[in-house]
């Protein structure tokens, strides 16, 4: 079954410390990837998404990823996280006409 | 522009009730999906819309969940009637797709059951 994996459930880190968030698929061909992004209290965001094109997609937030077709992964970084980037994380996933799947998603917690 | 609504934002009921929740998409959005998703996971389709039809509903539990979206724009979703372990947040979202393709998915605030 095509299926979206992430790898940390908890990540705690300082501010200013650098962030990789994993996220893994299992779709083969054509696939597009998000990630989401769930502050404390709110709704669901989108981050950044990758259709095709280059690779390495910026998001919003100071937030990146990069798409490595030859490790099926798809990681979220940043490179000097905020106490306001404390959240859950989402990495999504399908191909064309399926459906969206969702990672278990990364709870993300930093320390002022 | 208004986001997706959804409401009741919390229901908490006793087991065997029935219960809905009701989406309202974004205006202009031809797909609308029904998502659950409990805690500590991350979201996980239920249903999904086209307009009026119904073309992803093989995770929707149908002995006693039901869902429809008449005129093609706001959605209720109903279980009854609720088990303990419906208790999770729904969630609706909407985007505006091409037949075959899947673009940016807009999610509401979520509706949290509790069923005691």
Request: charged residues 20%; neutral net charge; aromatic residues 12%.
């Amino acid at each position: 079954a095509q299926s979206v994996s992430q790898h940390n459930h908890h990540v705690i880190l300082s501010e200013a410390a650098s962030l990789e968030l994993g996220c893994n698929y299992s779709y083969g061909g054509t696939v597009n990837l998000f990630w989401y992004v769930q502050y404390p209290g709110q709704h669901l965001q989108l981050l950044l998404k990758y259709f095709s094109g280059d690779p390495l997609v910026k998001g919003i937030k100071g937030f990146e990823a990069e798409f490595i077709k030859s490790k099926f992964s798809f990681n979220l970084r940043k490179p000097s996280v905020q106490w306001s980037d404390t959240a859950e994380y989402f990495c999504a996933g399908n191909n064309a006409g399926n459906m969206l799947t969702f990672g278990g998603g990364t709870r993300l917690m930093v320390k002022p | 522009e208004a986001g997706v609504v959804q409401s009741p934002r919390y229901k908490i009921i006793e087991k065997k009730q029935p219960v809905a929740f009701w989406c309202n998409p974004i205006s202009g959005h031809n797909t609308l999906y029904w998502y659950l998703q409990n805690l500590g996971q991350g979201p996980e389709l239920l249903i999904r819309y086209e307009n009026e039809e119904a073309v992803d509903d093989s995770q929707l539990p149908k002995d006693r969940f039901s869902a429809e979206r008449l005129k093609g724009v706001d959605s209720t979703l109903k279980i009854q009637p609720a088990e303990l372990g419906d208790s999770a947040v729904y969630l609706c979202a909407s985007s505006f797709v091409i037949t075959g393709g899947v673009g940016e998915l807009f999610f509401g605030e979520g509706s949290r059951l509790t069923v005691l």
